[in-house]
């Protein structure tokens, strides 16, 4: 039978820490997506995931029952990306083909296109602003509520909507101009 | 007609709480409007695309991080391991001392406890000897530092008051120095 996290977590505190192993299993793919969509370098997106887990164990005991788990790691992850932006300005990498996941039944050429526009959208995506493209990658990538956001990134749900809603207007607006080039 | 709120219905579509009704709205204006069409187009590629699956960490991911904290694990006990014996140690010395000056103090008795269980009238005397010579050592230090204190106790205010402005031109550098930090990180 699953443990719920929060017994997961007690029993980590209290000294079984190899428990801690599921925990990383549960909530990899969440924070790994978030840092892989925050840090252009994606060869450091791996040391940067590891360090973050190190970050979570490393506070656990102060993590508070009345967040969602997910939410409370989400945020470490989110500040851990913000420092390591401030820190250094990533060198902008072209995205490398992303998924490994073949589209319906399309035509070669089809799938050629579908690629080409997925690239442009995570490269624009990488040019917004952070704090725009954190909304993005949480909600449209990574499916969290705009409650959820609020409390990741600690603004008032206000705030957080109004973002989103220039976020997304920036990306069309981006997208929409190279469309006129006969990119997209 | 102004589009602004059509805009905010497309992103009530985005977040996935628009309305049948406003949605059919939505879809009419779409119809008749080619700019909300090309944008709504542009949206919905937005979201399609981004709804891609989600990347997968590497296979040995767990593994890797379990590594690093059994070596920071590892490190913390070495660590502790280390402050403990530094402990030990000093709390070592602090006891010989004071028990040397215990014994210093009270060098008859502890002669006269020597005889009485039979040690050898030679080596408890030698030992006696010790004990009064680091009583006479006692003694000189004390009296060096009484003098020393009589001839510098005007040097001593001067002294103190010099290591207090010191400490304050100190504390004001800090408080300078983390002042411009803040700042500079304000402007980044």
Redesign the interface.
């Known amino acids: 039978m699953e443990l719920p996290d929060i017994v997961l977590i007690e029993r980590c505190i209290k000294g079984e820490s190899h428990l801690f192993a599921e925990i990383v299993e549960r909530y990899k793919k969440l924070i790994y997506n978030i840092i892989y969509n925050m840090i252009n370098n994606k060869d450091e997106v791996n040391d940067i995931a590891q360090e973050v887990f190190i970050r979570i164990y490393k506070s656990l005991s102060r993590y508070n029952k009345e967040y969602k788990f997910s939410t409370w790691a989400a945020k470490i992850a989110t500040n851990y990306c913000y420092d390591m932006l401030r820190k250094k300005k990533f060198e902008c990498i072209p995205i490398e083909e992303v998924s490994n996941v073949q589209m319906d039944n399309d035509s070669p050429e089809d799938q050629y296109i579908k690629k080409e526009r997925r690239e442009r959208i995570n490269d624009e995506l990488m040019n917004l602003p952070e704090k725009y493209r954190i909304l993005i990658v949480l909600f449209h990538k990574n499916g969290l509520s705009y409650e959820e956001m609020s409390q990741v990134l600690d603004e008032p749900m206000s705030i957080i909507k109004n973002r989103m809603y220039r976020a997304r207007l920036m990306l069309k607006d981006k997208l929409s101009s190279e469309r006129k080039e006969g990119i997209l | 007609m102004s589009c602004e709120p059509f805009?905010i219905l497309m992103?009530k579509h985005?977040?996935g709480d628009i309305t049948d009704i406003e949605y059919k709205k939505l879809k009419k204006h779409i119809d008749e409007c080619s700019t909300c069409k090309?944008?709504f187009d542009?949206?919905e590629?937005?979201?399609y695309?981004?709804?891609?699956?989600?990347?997968?960490?590497?296979l040995a991911?767990?593994t890797?991080?379990?590594k690093?904290?059994e070596n920071?694990?590892l490190y913390n006990k070495k660590l502790k391991e280390k402050r403990i014996l530094a402990a030990y140690f000093i709390s070592s010395m602090l006891f010989s001392i004071l028990a040397i000056c215990i014994a210093v103090i009270y060098k008859e008795h502890v002669y006269n406890f020597m005889i009485y269980i039979n040690i050898p009238l030679g080596f408890a005397s030698n030992i006696y000897g010790l004990l009064e010579r680091i009583a006479v050592f006692f003694d000189i230090a004390s009296t060096f530092i009484f003098y020393l204190n009589s001839i510098f106790v005007d040097m001593l205010y001067l002294l103190i008051g010099l290591v207090s402005i010191i400490f304050m031109s100190k504390i004001y550098e800090s408080a300078q120095v983390a002042k411009v930090r803040k700042n500079s990180k304000k402007t980044?």
């Open positions: 805009e992103m985005m977040d090309n944008e542009t949206f590629n937005i979201c695309e981004l709804k891609e699956p989600l990347i997968d960490p590497p991911f767990e890797e991080v379990m690093k904290l920071l694990n980044v």
